[in-house]
């Protein structure tokens, strides 16, 4: 079984520029998480879909970051402009069915530096 | 609001010895908890899940308790192995549904 796949693995931008990271949720999965990681903490949850539909982005800085999940399959993250502090890796995850106690699977990661 | 705190400090142990990690959290009593190995540049993996109404989990070398009185969990790795050297996360489910983790803590074993 393929696993969560993302892209790209890693990204350097300048400030005030703009990046988009990609990810592949496993066939079959209805909910796909985006966490951001900052180096030395654990991962923080910035929005969980439910196949198409928004389930949380309360911690989604939705000023700089957007995030769509068109078909309820593959999601791509946006973040523009780029702030230095957003140097992070972000992890694309899914599972089978949300919160309720089932695996979730991450991905390798995009790391993300900004000068 | 809900806190996680693992141990901060990396915990250096012996090859052949039992590590133990802990996760305390406050506030809400979450109705599961989950642990997770993570490797330098990897993405999280799962590895065990203990309910409230469960006191242990055991999984091969693994061992996890969920005191709920004491709200913590203890994270066991017997007979550990350079090879489990990994920064460990809990992760717990609170009251609005959402899954939070700790900052993970760094397990190093030597041989």
């Known amino acids: 079984e393929a696993g969560v796949a993302q892209s790209p693995r890693y990204k350097i931008i300048e400030k005030r520029q703009s990046v988009a990271f990609w990810c592949n949720p496993i066939s079959g999965h209805a909910t796909l998480y985006w966490y951001q990681q900052i180096l030395g903490q654990g991962p923080k949850l910035l929005i969980q879909f439910q196949n198409n539909g928004v389930v949380d982005d309360s911690q989604l800085p939705k000023d700089r970051f957007s995030a769509e999940r068109l078909k309820g399959v593959d999601s791509t993250l946006k973040i523009q402009p780029a702030k230095l502090e957003d140097s992070a890796v972000y992890l694309c995850?899914?599972?089978?069915?949300?919160?309720?106690?089932?695996?979730?699977?991450f991905g390798e990661g995009s790391w993300l530096t900004v000068v | 609001s809900q806190k996680i705190e693992q141990n901060s400090e990396a915990l250096n142990i012996q090859e052949g010895k039992t590590a133990t990690l802990t996760c305390n959290y406050t506030?809400?009593?979450?109705?599961?908890l989950q642990w997770y190995r993570q490797d330098p540049g990897r993405g999280p993996v799962f590895l065990l899940l203990i309910r409230e109404n469960e006191k242990e989990k055991r999984k091969e070398r693994l061992k996890v308790t969920f005191d709920t009185t004491l709200k913590q969990s203890l994270f066991h790795i017997t007979a550990s192995q350079p090879a489990d050297s990994a920064t460990y996360l809990c992760?717990?489910?609170?009251?609005?549904?959402?899954?939070?983790f700790g900052q993970g803590t760094e397990l190093s074993v030597k041989p």
């Open positions: 995850a899914s599972s089978s069915q949300g919160n309720s106690g089932n695996t979730i699977y």
């Open positions: 992760a717990l489910l609170n009251q609005g549904g959402k899954l939070i």
């Open positions: 506030n809400y009593s979450p109705a599961y």
